[in-house]
């Protein structure tokens, strides 16, 4: 586990990113370290932790080691990044817990859908969703005002549903490219739009 895997954590005022690899833990503007075997104790100074990068640690699930150390700061985090996984699905709990997000990178996972509760992130800005395994296009995307940046490219997605990201007043880009895009939406693509759509178009 996560939690008892990592030894003590210094309190530092500039503490503001954690990244969890295989076998680093490193903080933002100071000297990175390495932290040695032994009891994670969580410094008061994690309050001011804004970022958390578990990128490439062949997870499957968000782990539980990870919610009960961040638990106290949920609400300070506004970074998380977990590309490069092998996330079949991602909980509502991660969701329900991370409320403040603005920015989720997800790419290079194996989702195939996203939770419904997805809905109520009130502060997303950005999510990268791409090159997993959706078939569909993640229609609880269109539901966040806030979201201005989505990225699907590398999906299986052949269906956009433009009429409700055109409703969506906050989006500025889309990237769908590397989709195989059916006739009548590669058709819809050549319309203007008030945001902007990177996709690969019909030869």
Partial sequence: MIASSFGALAEFEMFKFLQISPCQLWRQRTPWFFLQSGQFRLPTVLGLLLSADLSNCK???????????????????RVITLADNEMKAISSKFFLT???LRELDLHGNILTKLPDCLEEMKHLTS????NNNFSAFPE????????????LEGNSISEIPL????????LKWLNVTSNPLDANT?????????????????S
């Fill in 186 to 202: 590669q058709s819809a693509l050549t319309s203007p739009h008030k945001f902007e759509i990177l996709a690969q178009r019909a």
């Fill in 98 to 100: 991370f409320t403040q």
């Fill in 127 to 130: 999510i990268d969703l791409a």
């Fill in 140 to 151: 609880k995307l269109t539901q966040i005002s806030t979201l201005e940046r989505i990225n």
């Fill in 163 to 170: 009429a409700r990201l055109a409703a969506m007043p906050a």
């Fill in 59 to 77: 997870l499957m699930s968000f782990p539980d080691g990870v919610f009960k150390v961040l638990s106290s700061v949920s609400e300070n985090i």
